[in-house]
């Protein structure tokens, strides 16, 4: 998938994020509700106040116990003008793909599989339609 329609896929979710609150939990089975394949792998360290971080990783085939898997990082912000600002960090970086939906940003690593971002881009916008 062209990183132009990802950029796309994000922004279009940036503006249509609301003011809902998410927790790790909620957020990560939301989006698997919607077939994104994600698994909460943990906490991460972080110094940084009014932010959780945690590890999570993108099966190549939900459901169909394959270990091998992309990652990325999910963001909770305490709300979504923090959430606001750590999306526009990682829009900074030249190496992830960002999504943001209310509290929560999304950091999935460039080098991921092409289909596991198209699969997560589709839960985004599957989620963003609720």
Same mark, same amino acid.
């Given at each position: ?27 990560? &089975? /939301?989006?698997?509700?919607? *077939?994104?394949? $994600?698994? #909460? ?7 940084? %106040?009014?932010? !959780? ?11 169909? &116990? /394959?270990?091998?898997?992309? *990652?990325?990082? $999910?963001? #909770? ?7 606001? %600002?750590?999306? !526009? ?42």
């Amino acid at each position: 998938m062209p990183a132009a329609l990802l950029c796309l896929i994000a922004l279009a979710f940036v503006a249509c994020g609301g003011e809902r609150s998410f927790d790790a939990e909620e957020f990560v &089975g /939301e989006l698997n509700d919607h *077939g994104a394949g $994600l698994a #909460l792998e943990g906490s991460l360290p972080n110094e940084q %106040a009014g932010v !959780e971080v945690y590890s999570v990783a993108i099966a190549a085939n939900p459901g169909q &116990g /394959e270990d091998d898997h992309s *990652g990325g990082s $999910l963001v #909770l912000a305490d709300d979504a003008d923090g959430a606001i %600002a750590e999306h !526009e960090r990682c829009e900074g970086a030249v190496s992830f793909i960002c999504f943001r939906a209310a509290n929560a940003v999304l950091i999935v690593e460039d080098g991921s599989r092409p289909q596991d971002i198209e699969r997560v881009g589709a839960a985004i916008r599957a989620l963003e339609s609720d």
